[in-house]
T-cell receptor, first 114, second 115 residues
């Protein structure tokens, strides 16, 4: 079975540009999570969805960040405008119903803002 | 609230040494506990889990026992290999109310094993 698929794997762009990260969760999973990982702050939960509805976006750092889940098989995380401090690895994860189910992670998008 | 505290790294061991990475937690209700592993350039992978007190999760020679009395879930391996070099994350799922589905992660512990 295919795992969580993220694209692109690497993104390098200039400050001020719009960045869109994409995620395809595992089929049948109804939870989707977006994380950010940096050396300084570790792994941070940005936002998560249940059945395509955002449940908790308290981790989104500021209004420049937005996330959508238009259907059960696709989600995007957008940064506009991007800043150098947004440079990080962004992970998407999905899980099936119930808090006791493990999350399955994608391989991440390494984002560099110049 | 819900939180996980794991030992600071990095941890450096010789091959075949015994490994312990400490993890303690604070949770409301009855959490499930997980260990994840992250190899360089990859996402986190589930290593093992335990869903109730006294359960022992095990995988690839790693073990961890859910200790409710000490609120701990320490990761152990009797003989580490170079290929075990990675970052290890302890996590909990409180599994109820507004936090249903969410995992709470520790900061991660970097393990390096030398031949």
């Amino acid at each position: 079975d295919a795992g969580v698929i993220q694209s692109p794997r690497h993104e390098v762009t200039e400050m001020g540009q719009e960045v869109t990260l994409r995620c395809k969760p595992i089929s049948g999973h109804d939870y989707l999570f977006w994380y950010r990982q940096t050396m300084m702050r570790g792994l941070e939960l940005l936002i998560y969805f249940n059945n395509n509805v955002p449940i908790d976006d308290s981790g989104m750092p500021e209004d420049r960040f937005s996330a959508k889940m238009p259907n059960a098989s696709f989600s995007t995380l957008k940064i506009q405008p991007s800043e150098p401090r947004d440079s990080a690895v962004y992970f998407c994860a999905s899980s099936s119903t119930g808090g006791r189910q493990p999350q399955h992670f994608g391989d991440g998008t390494r984002l560099s803002i110049l | 609230g819900n939180s996980v505290t794991q030992m600071e790294g990095p941890v450096t061991l010789s091959e075949e040494a015994f490994l312990t990475i400490n993890c303690t937690y604070t949770a409301t209700g009855y959490p499930s506990l997980f260990w994840y592993v992250q190899y360089p350039g990859e996402g986190l992978q589930l290593l093992l889990k335990a869903t109730k007190a006294d359960d022992k999760g095990s995988n690839k020679g790693f073990e961890a026992t859910y200790r409710k009395e000490t609120t701990s879930f320490h990761l152990e391996k009797g003989s580490v290999q170079v290929s075990d070099s990675a970052v290890y994350f302890c996590a909990l799922s409180a599994g109820g109310g507004s936090t249903l589905g969410r995992l709470y992660f520790g900061r991660g512990t970097q393990l390096t094993v030398w031949p």
